[in-house]
């Protein structure tokens, strides 16, 4: 358990799976008054019956991964993101239509001011989840194609509801996720001073919440670059509305991710049209991402309709039933069969691979070098050094998963605390006793949930009714199942190479570098950084906006109310932080 979580925080132990990702501040409740006794007196050090209440349940309105990170204004917000929103917005009106004639591209239905633009993203995770789930060796590009089916497809949502609406659009967050290294990697090798090193990786929500709630001395060392989830609704909220010619809130977006986390994420005030199309300063505006749902979600989805998932078909969207995309060079970009080399590597893990790419990268711009791996005290904890040919470091990174991996972490980055006393030393987090000297972490891969993000808190479990019962389970899971199924969906997540293959031998070809000529020494790791610089650019270009704004994003401290005294209004209180759309953020 997180060293955060202590036994007078809670009024019972919990016992979690493989880790406590979520620790939380459980209060006692206040006794129930009796009927026969105006006032009780307890006496000083004696125990109130609230102490032997139940076991403590923590839930997604209790925390979202850290001691004091819900605020009512969060729950609202979470709450406003659902699979029962997601079908409320499909039933309110018919959807936007895209025509084509001539190279021009149209609108249709614009009339209706409730007429939405349906596009959707799904992670790699949510894939090798729901392929874990389905079994009978369908893999993650199977378990893709399924979801396309179910968003897209005439057998899918398209099939039901008021107005038979679907999504016009499904893309894979796997491309967001290229241009994220490529960006991480330089921001990593750069001296510009913009990030504190080490740099710390920014993807993860629960994480970043954390740090902003609980530690913001270590917000100057969180990446700028925005999460695949948040580029990628940048990147389609922009295009979408500057080549058709229409409001970014009549393009209503979904992300399908393995974290409740992602719902708050997209709720940042940082992550809205504010900035790309306004002041450009964070404040209320058209989000990026208007919704996420989760792995789990997309079961309820599909009950909600009477579909059967597993009942899919997993072959592709007809091309000839799809519709283009308005750009041409995002369209190739977005939509392109590719290889995924970057991801089928366990080395790169289950996370999106930024600090495995960072290294290759690093790697790349110095001949001969090889990278040396060292686990620290866990599995969770691991030491990368880049060495060059005659052997000196180069560069130094580390992965820290888990909250209780993380606590270590912020704590060595703390800073000095200058002493009351005159004359004395600044005192501060000292360096671990045996730790080698020499070169320190120039760049950290932080992730909240131990084993990374196929096991975040919004994938299907073990012990959900769906597994128990699609796996044959007589009794409930234990440890060693859950071990087992979690192997299952990382294994699904790396199956990506060998759905490469299998397209190779039934003659489709997948595209490397973007399908651009490969330039002498470009490539890292299957991604070719000019490809993504020359893609980046015209994104740019065509929008009219400043990459800065386009690519980047900023953090800011926040102090928590959580446990502090509410005013009696406080039904008003949670509707006006609500309507900053930023949430607790």
């Given amino acids: 358990m997180s060293a955060i979580l202590s036994a007078d925080d809670l009024n019972d132990f919990i016992s979690p799976g493989v880790a406590c990702i979520k620790p939380v501040e459980t209060l006692p409740a206040p006794p129930t008054p009796t009927g026969d006794l105006e006032h009780e007196v307890i006496l000083d050090g004696q125990q109130n019956a609230s102490a032997n209440a139940g076991p403590a349940q923590i839930s997604l309105t209790d925390c979202l991964a850290c001691s004091g990170c819900v605020t009512s204004a969060e729950a609202v917000l979470v709450s406003l993101q659902s699979h029962a929103e997601l079908l409320n917005v499909l039933d309110s009106a018919p959807a936007l239509q895209i025509t084509q004639q001539d190279g021009t591209f149209k609108v249709q239905g614009l009339e209706n001011p409730d007429s939405k633009l349906f596009v959707a993203s799904v992670s790699p995770q949510t894939r090798a989840n729901l392929a874990a789930v389905a079994g009978d060796k369908v893999r993650e590009r199977d378990a893709g194609r399924m979801i396309a089916q179910l968003l897209m497809g005439p057998e899918g949502l398209r099939a039901g509801g008021k107005w038979n609406n679907g999504f016009t659009w499904v893309v894979d967050t796997n491309t967001a996720r290229e241009a994220c290294l490529v960006l991480g990697a330089e921001e990593a090798v750069e001296s510009n001073g913009k990030v504190a090193k080490p740099i710390l990786t920014s993807s993860c929500p629960g994480w970043v919440c954390y740090a902003e709630k609980t530690h913001p001395h270590v917000l100057p060392h969180i990446s700028k670059v925005k999460s695949p989830q948040a580029l990628m609704g940048t990147l389609l ?8 010619g229409i409001s970014p809130d009549r393009i209503w977006h979904l992300a399908v991710m393995p974290c409740f986390d992602k719902k708050l994420e997209a709720s940042r005030e940082e992550l809205t049209d504010a900035i790309w199309n306004g002041c450009g300063q964070p404040g209320r505006g058209v989000r990026d991402v208007d919704c996420v749902i989760t792995s789990k979600e997309i079961l309820m989805l599909t009950e909600s309709r009477n579909i059967d998932f597993f009942g899919l078909s997993k072959a592709p969207i007809p091309a000839l039933s799809q519709t283009p995309f308005p750009d041409p060079t995002l369209q190739h970009f977005l939509f392109s069969v590719r290889s995924r080399s970057s991801q089928s590597h366990p080395l790169a893990g289950t996370s999106g691979g930024n600090l495995y790419y960072t290294l290759h990268y690093v790697s790349a711009q110095h001949p001969g070098s090889k990278i040396e791996t060292m686990r620290g005290r866990n599995a969770d904890v691991v030491e990368y050094t880049v060495k060059s040919a005659a052997g000196e470091p180069i560069f130094k990174a580390a992965r820290y998963y888990g909250f209780r991996n993380i606590q270590n972490l912020v704590r060595k980055l ?3 605390k200058q002493s009351k006393l005159p004359g004395a030393r600044a005192v501060g987090a000292r360096k671990p006793v045996g730790k080698q000297a020499g070169l320190e972490y120039a760049y950290v891969e ?8 196929t096991n975040g808190g919004g994938q299907i479990k073990v012990d959900d009714p769906v597994v128990v019962e699609r796996k044959g389970f007589e009794s409930k899971p234990g440890p060693q199942e859950q071990k087992q199924w979690l192997a ?6 790396f199956s990506a ?10 003659g489709t070809s997948t595209v490397v570098n973007g399908g651009q000529a490969q330039k002498d020494g470009d490539m890292v790791d299957g991604i070719s950084p000019s490809y993504i610089r020359d893609t980046l650019a015209h994104w740019a270009s065509i929008t009219g906006i400043e990459t800065d704004k386009l690519l980047y994003t ?11 005294d509410k005013a009696a209004n406080s039904t008003d209180r949670v509707v006006q932080l609500a309507g900053k759309i930023g949430g607790g953020w």
């Fill in 446 to 453: 932080v992730m909240a949930c131990p084993g990374g993000c």
């Fill in 488 to 493: 299952q969906v990382d294994e699904a997540y």
């Fill in 237 to 244: 909220k922009t295009t979408l509305s500057r080549t058709l």
């Fill in 414 to 416: 703390k800073p000095a």
């Fill in 497 to 506: 190479e060998d759905s490469d293959l299998e397209l190779e031998d039934s």
């Fill in 554 to 564: 900023s953090y800011r401290e926040v102090v928590s109310d959580v446990g502090k």
